[in-house]
């Protein structure tokens, strides 16, 4: 079974400059979250969708970043303008989707982003 | 609010010492544990869970209990070898949100 596959594993870009980051989860997994991960520190949810819809980005800076999973298969992140402060590792999940705290989150490998 | 916090790194040992890495958590309601490990250039794996109070969960030699008096799920392993290097997550799921919190995370070196 594939795992959770994400492109670019790496992006260095200008500040300013637009990035768009491609997660495709596990086959059959209804929730997807995107995280970022800054050096030494543990994931921060992003966002998390449920199908197509967007159930939880109350952590999404919203006036630059937005994402969307059109067909509630694959997802895109991006950012517009990068700032140098979003330097980071962007880390995509999917899991089973049911409403339980046993669900387990498979992780991609992620991408890591270094804005100059 | 919600949050885990486990000790800071990184955690130096040799080859076949006891490793004790401390997770304690705050959350409303009843949460379930886990332990994530995450190697270099990789990302996380899910090491261990546990869903209620006084479950143990155990993989690859590791061990952690649901303790509720003490909020705690700290990760041990009797013997670590080199390949035991990584970083280690702590984190907690609420029933019903899908929502997951981690730990900032403890680095641990194994040395031979």
């Known amino acids: 079974e594939a795992g959770v596959v994400q492109s670019p594993r790496y992006k260095i870009i200008e500040k300013k400059q637009p990035v768009a980051f491609w997660c495709n989860p596990i086959s059959g997994h209804n929730t997807l979250y995107w995280y970022l991960q800054n050096l030494g520190q543990g994931p921060e949810l992003l966002i998390r969708?449920?199908?197509?819809?967007?159930?939880?980005d109350s952590q999404l800076p919203k006036d630059r970043f937005s994402a969307e999973r059109l067909k509630g298969v694959d997802s895109t992140l991006k950012i517009q303008p990068a700032e140098l402060g979003d330097s980071a590792v962007y880390l995509c999940?999917?899991?089973?989707?049911?409403?339980?705290?046993?669900?387990?989150?498979?992780f991609g490998p992620g991408t890591r982003l270094t804005v100059l | 609010g919600d949050s885990v916090t486990q000790m800071e790194g990184p955690v130096t040992l040799s080859e076949e010492a006891f490793l004790t890495i401390n997770c304690t958590y705050t959350?409303?309601?009843?949460?379930?544990l886990f332990w994530y490990v995450q190697y270099p250039g990789e990302g996380l794996q899910l090491l261990l869970k546990a869903t209620k109070a006084d479950d143990k969960g155990s993989n690859k030699g590791f061990e952690a209990t649901y303790r509720k008096e003490t909020t705690s799920f700290h990760l041990e392993k009797g013997s670590v070898q080199v390949s035991d290097s990584a970083v280690y997550f702590c984190?907690?799921?609420?029933?019903?949100?899908?929502?997951?919190?981690f730990g900032s995370g403890t680095k641990l070196n194994v040395k031979p």
């Open positions: 999940a999917s899991s089973l989707g049911t409403y339980s705290s046993y669900n387990e989150q498979f």
């Open positions: 959350a409303t309601g009843y949460p379930s």
């Open positions: 969708y449920e199908n197509e819809e967007a159930v939880d």
């Open positions: 984190a907690l799921s609420l029933y019903n949100f899908n929502k997951f919190y």
